[in-house]
């Protein structure tokens, strides 16, 4: 199992402030995520300027697609993302529209875990030859108070074995990684915790957990 | 039951031609959307500019919102938006951020029915006091050719027995604006036909078809 990598999520509402984050963590961090709240606020060149100022990095684009995948997918990968993310709530015409797209521009779908999605969703996903979900607490089920429970970390493994490579998030700590310890998991997503000032320190101690614990 | 409003969804990558097919229709629909594909393109922008050019319309965000409710929400009601879209796959923390920050600005919240949303799902919206969601085919499934059903039609009943009032859309033609009849349907959404240069005999045709039937 490789080792997960540190993804940053910009939820800023202009691409300025996000800049400034991207270019303050980007020597920690592995992937950068153009969140959906910056997506919207920017609208597509939030992503052109990223990948510009940090051509290196991978560049997820965090549109959450729902529909019209075809079109979204192409804007987002000719704008210079890696990976888009794309709803377990879209249908499956779209999720393979998205696929398609992605396999033209040798990138890659990411599938969000949100509603009410089943395995069979998932061996669906997989059979499109789908290697990629994203799975969190919703932000404001988060803010809610709502923790990672046991059921979340059994979905998890069972996804894992399905053959799927999880980026795990919603107010990710680096108290809380040895949790996933034996989930395949691609990233670990974080925002607000390294958008911080101290945002270098938190990145070095989610790595040092990261190495702990894989 | 009062008549189907008839609404656009601009759902071009750029701004200018948008604000072009907006233009040309404007005085033939009641409900001016700025789809998901627009919002990306453009960002937020797109909604004040078509506040701007359009201040009598209803105007509608289709973020699709999943998560970041609050201030997705405050974005796009800032930015002078009418009605919010939220994805049925949202956490109800979700949906219940949405809904109070569109009571802060005495706007509507729109529920798009993506995924296996249930009607328990479907009481909570209501519960929240939200009174309308979307019901559509959707955009992808359409491409692959999948029609409307008696099944739609039967879910749609029901949502409005709930109390729901529904925007249709999915290829909405004139020629189907007759299986909607009895359905609570607040608007017929439709984008490529009416952002066709036949655009405004579209329309004519759709409110004619409305007036027959309801």
Known sequence: MSKPMIQIALDQTQLEPALKVAENVANYVDVIEVGTILAFGAGIDAVRQLRKAHPNHILVCDLKTTD???ILAKMAFEAGADWLTVSAAAHIATVAACKKIADEFQREIQIELYGHWTY???KAWRALGIKQAIYHRSRDAELAGVGWTDEDLNK???LSELGLELSITGGIVPED????????TKTFIAGRALASESGQEVAAAIREQIAKYW
């Open 120 to 122: 069979e969703d998932a």
């Open 68 to 70: 019209g995948g075809a």
């Open 177 to 184: 990684i040895h949790l996933f310890a034996g989930i395949s």
């Open 156 to 158: 998890m493994r069972k």
